[in-house]
């Protein structure tokens, strides 16, 4: 197993640019999650799914919109990317048991994305 | 609502002693409450995690973490640091309410062993 995989792990956009991260489980989970780590701040949560085909607000998701077609991906897109975006992402999913999520996260190994 | 914080933002130990992590949680209902550790240029990965069974848990690597509601905290140990323990570490508490187990993390705490 892969686990958690995200693609690209690096990348340099410009201001206006648009791009979609692509993340990636080979676990059968239904939940996946993106956040994003700034220094000092912690992990903070942009979007969420709860299974295909779903998707949901986090803490943090102005700026950024998510789709989940598929059960094993999650994308996250930043459709005009500013500055104030540069950091790293960082992908999650979780297993559930009776429908429920269950407590563990899985991470993928991030994205670290610079805007210019 | 639920929050946890980290005292610390850097710690320092010598290889072979104590290390202690604080983290404090708010929460208005019992709490799930999580360690996780980020090795440099890696993702997280599960330390151990208290879900209202033992006060007291192990988890991986030898580190162990103590739930105690009378201070409201749930800091991290190890006996005797490595070198491969340098690492930072976040504290995070399960959000209630929604469909999900959304995480609420503290800052982190970067840890250095130095030799």
């Known amino acids: 197993n892969a686990g958690v995989t995200q693609t690209p792990k690096f990348r340099v956009l410009k201001t206006g640019q648009s791009m979609t991260l692509l993340c990636a489980q080979d676990?059968?989970?239904?939940?996946m999650y993106w956040y994003r780590q700034d220094p000092g701040m912690g992990l903070r949560l942009i979007h969420y799914s709860v299974g295909e085909g779903t998707t949901a607000k986090g803490e943090v998701p102005d700026g950024y919109n998510v789709s989940r077609l598929k059960k094993q991906n999650f994308l996250l897109g930043l459709e005009s990317a500013a500055p104030s975006q540069t950091s790293v992402y960082f992908c999650?999913?979780?297993?559930?048991?009776?429908?429920?999520?269950?407590?563990?996260?899985?991470f993928g190994p991030g994205t670290r994305l610079t805007v210019l | 609502a639920q929050s946890v914080t980290q005292l610390g933002s850097h710690v320092s130990v010598s290889e072979g002693a104590l290390v202690l992590l604080r983290c404090n949680y708010s929460s208005s209902v019992p709490p799930y409450l999580f360690w996780y550790v980020q090795y440099p240029n890696q993702g997280l990965q599960l330390l151990l995690k208290?879900?209202?069974?033992?006060?007291l848990v192990k988890g991986i690597n030898g580190f162990e973490a103590e739930f105690k509601k009378s201070e409201t905290s749930f800091h991290l140990t190890k006996p005797s640091a490595h070198m491969s323990d340098a690492a930072e570490y976040f504290c995070?508490?399960?959000?209630?309410?929604?469909?999900?187990?959304?995480?609420?993390f503290g800052t982190g705490t970067l840890l250095a062993v130095q030799p």
């Open positions: 676990m059968n989970h239904e939940y």
């Open positions: 999650a999913s979780s297993y559930s048991i009776s429908g429920a999520p269950t407590d563990t996260q899985y």
């Open positions: 208290y879900t209202s069974a033992a006060t």
């Open positions: 995070a508490v399960r959000n209630y309410g929604g469909a999900t187990n959304k995480l609420i």
